[in-house]
């Protein structure tokens, strides 16, 4: 009979306070970014070109009228003392008021963001579930018309500016065919019908029981989404395509193709189950870069959202919604990476600790 030696207690106590300090250490990491941000973000707007006070006040306002408003704002104590009186108030939770609006910046990212998170959602909807089978075919039919038919759409998808690709589409599926809603996320004669309740038009839409926003919301998102989803439909089955490869290379591939399992098998129960961890990061970082990066399509398509916003904001220098919405920025990302570590233990168990 063999007899068990336990662990060295200080092995064990590592072992057990390992995931604290990974949780620890992955929090201050995201501190010191997320300071680096702010600082780097409040000290460019500082130079920028841009008077947000002349902005306010009007370019036919007095001296006296423009010196009270810049006093009010802070502008006249040193750039660090203004910086440390934005992260005191950041503390608590307030990011300042809006200079576009007059309301907090909070309210604000609340009020437009839901129409950016449901344009992007559905948008990676698209793009991921047409990317990774287009990727998948690619890699199973290397060098054939298939293959070069999906590296071609990648290549268009993903070097055609975005803001080109959108005017052709409101040219074409809009003002030539009909197909689909102009700009806006509702006909104007609808709007303000249905009460918000998520900010989601769609979701808003079907609580109120209105089915002809319903249509008329959706008919107005997938042109937008559809664009988008492209531009992430580019990069996701080239990186699909990728991955697969490097799979069907390996020799388990060959020990299943002699086993006689059917090439579907080989591909989708072996060869991508190994590279759906991967896959994870790609969708995850695609879907951030869409829900910060739409600035043009909603430019395009006058989506009340998040980058309209955002662009609104950095035109007038207003600093307090700029800095917001960078920290907003910040934190989608930190959340998807997060997230994606915990579908990796999910999917991967030997990336358990």
Same mark, same amino acid.
């Given at each position: 009979?063999?007899?068990q030696?336990?662990?060295?207690?200080?092995?064990?106590?590592?072992?057990?306070?390992?995931p604290?300090?990974r949780?620890?250490?992955?929090?201050?990491?995201?501190?010191?970014t /997320?300071?680096g941000?702010?600082?780097? =973000?409040?000290? %460019?707007?500082? $130079?920028?070109?841009?008077?947000?006070v &002349? @902005?306010?006040?009007g370019?036919?306002?007095?001296?006296?009228?423009?010196?009270?408003?810049?006093?009010?704002?802070?502008?006249?104590?040193p750039?660090?003392?203004?910086f440390?009186?934005?992260?005191?108030?950041?503390?608590?939770?307030?990011?300042?008021?809006? /200079?576009?609006?007059g309301?907090?910046v =909070?309210?604000? %990212?609340?009020r $437009?963001?839901p129409?950016?998170?449901e &344009? @992007?959602?559905?948008?990676?909807?698209?793009?991921?579930?047409?990317?990774?089978p287009?990727?998948?075919?690619?890699?199973?039919?290397?060098?054939?018309?298939a293959d070069?038919?999906?590296?071609i759409?990648s290549?268009?998808?993903?070097?055609?500016?975005?803001?080109?690709?959108?005017m052709?589409?409101?040219?074409?599926?809009?003002?030539?065919?009909?197909?689909?809603?102009?700009?806006?996320?509702?006909d104007?004669?609808?709007?303000?019908?249905v009460?918000?309740?998520?900010?989601?038009?769609?979701?808003?839409?079907?609580?109120?029981?209105?089915?002809?926003?319903?249509?008329?919301a959706?008919?107005?998102?997938?042109l937008p989404?559809?664009?988008?989803?492209?531009?992430?439909?580019?990069?996701?089955?080239?990186?699909?395509?990728s991955?697969?490869l490097?799979?069907?290379?390996?020799?388990?591939?060959?020990?299943?193709?002699v086993?006689?399992l059917?090439?579907?098998?080989?591909?989708?129960?072996?060869?991508?189950?190994?590279?759906?961890?991967?896959?994870?990061t790609?969708?995850?970082?695609?879907y951030?870069?869409?829900?910060?990066?739409?600035?043009?399509i909603?430019?395009?398509?006058s989506?009340?959202g998040?980058?309209?916003?955002l662009?609104?904001s950095l035109m007038?220098?207003?600093?307090?919604?700029?800095?917001?919405?960078?920290?907003?920025?910040?934190?989608?990302?930190?959340?998807?990476?997060?997230?994606?570590?915990?579908?990796?233990?999910?999917?991967?168990?030997?990336?358990?600790?």
């Open positions: 009979m063999t007899m030696i336990p662990a060295p207690a200080s092995k064990q106590t590592a072992r057990m306070s390992f604290a300090g949780i620890g250490k992955r929090l201050v990491q995201v501190a010191v /997320l300071f941000l702010l600082l780097l =973000t409040f000290f %460019i707007g500082r $130079v920028m070109p841009v008077d947000p &002349l @902005a306010i006040v370019p036919d306002a007095d001296h006296s009228t423009y010196e009270q408003v810049y006093h009010q704002l802070g502008f006249d104590k750039l660090w003392t203004q440390g009186i934005y992260l005191s108030g950041l503390a608590h939770g307030d990011l300042g008021n809006a /200079l576009l609006t309301k907090p =909070t309210q604000d %990212i609340l $437009v963001f129409a950016t998170m &344009l @992007a959602t559905l948008a990676i909807i698209l793009g991921a579930g047409v990317g990774i287009l990727g998948v075919l690619a890699a199973a039919k290397r060098n054939s018309l070069y038919g999906v590296r759409i290549l268009a998808g993903y070097s055609t500016p975005i803001f080109w690709v959108g052709m589409g409101l040219l074409v599926f809009y003002a030539w065919l009909g197909w689909v809603g102009g700009a806006g996320r509702v104007f004669s609808l709007d303000g019908q009460t918000r309740h998520s900010g989601f038009m769609l979701i808003d839409a079907l609580i109120a029981g209105n089915g002809e926003v319903f249509r008329n959706l008919n107005h998102l997938i989404a559809s664009l988008l989803g492209f531009h992430s439909l580019a990069y996701i089955s080239r990186m699909t395509r991955f697969m490097a799979q069907l290379s390996q020799e388990f591939i060959i020990t299943a193709r086993k006689g059917s090439e579907w098998q080989v591909l989708w129960n072996h060869a991508f189950r190994n590279i759906l961890v991967q896959l994870l790609v969708v995850a970082l695609a951030g870069s869409l829900l910060e990066g739409a600035v043009l909603e430019t395009v398509f989506w009340p998040f980058g309209s916003y662009t609104s007038l220098g207003d600093m307090n919604a700029v800095m917001g919405c960078v920290l907003v920025v910040g934190m989608i990302f930190v959340v998807l990476n997060l997230l994606s570590d915990l579908l990796y233990q999910v999917f991967d168990p030997r990336t358990k600790v």
